[in-house]
């Protein structure tokens, strides 16, 4: 009897470590999250911010003697526009080409262009990138402004979920913007599809 409360103790003893072990890993994961979070908003600001003032600077043919801190020619060719979400208060600088460095920063696009009508943009699920998705509703607006400062407008037309590993799904040129991010769980992706308000746009002007 003596030797079963022993080893029934010893037990729950080990349950206890590794109880604590698993919620110091929590709040470890949860630290690292967060922290991951505030360095992208951070970065998306600072991009957003720099890129509009490019953007003003090439439309407006203003000079760095303006008081504006001009974008680098270098970095501001690895920008693709601005995506505004009203709807969600969003607005976050968008890069021409992916990577998981980068997605760690902003917005990327992932697929296709507005020309071809199958522009798809990815993000992370950090709440200040696309984290809220799923809050839109059909018939909310996106706006994009490409780097030549030219806004196209967009309505949402769906909101759904798709299996992770549906690579020609996402890219499915019959939208002309699908924007998506992944789950908490990492299985599967948010997806928004959306037309242009006016089909005409997506042509370039003559």
């Not at 043919?61 to 693709?80: D, H, I, R």
């Not at 806004?151 to 699908?178: G, Q």
Request: with cysteine; proline share 4%; glycine share 8%.
């Amino acid at each position: 009897m003596e030797n079963k409360m022993k080893r029934n103790k010893r037990i729950g003893l080990l349950f206890m470590a590794l109880g604590a072990l698993l919620l110091a890993g929590s709040v470890l994961l949860y630290g690292y999250n967060r922290a991951s979070e505030q360095a992208a908003s951070k970065a998306s600001d600072l991009a957003l911010r720099q890129l509009r003032e490019q953007m003003q600077q090439s439309a407006g043919g203003e000079n760095q003697q303006s008081g504006q801190q001009e974008l680098p020619k270098e970095t501001a060719a690895e920008y693709f526009g601005i995506l505004n979400v009203p709807e969600l208060g969003l607005e976050l600088p968008v890069q021409s080409e992916w990577s998981y460095p980068k997605l760690k920063e902003t917005p990327c696009v992932y697929a296709g262009s507005i020309e071809s009508g199958g522009l798809v943009i990815l993000a992370h699920n950090y709440e200040c990138h696309f984290g809220r998705l799923t809050s839109l509703h059909p018939g909310a607006q996106i706006l994009l402004t490409n780097a030549a400062g030219r806004e196209y407008r967009y309505r949402v037309e769906e909101i759904f979920t798709m299996d992770a590993a549906d690579v020609e799904k996402m890219t499915d040129s019959r939208y002309d913007l699908t924007l998506f991010t992944c789950t908490y769980s990492g299985k599967a992706r948010v997806t928004v599809r959306c037309m242009l308000e006016n089909p005409l746009d997506r042509y370039p002007e003559i």
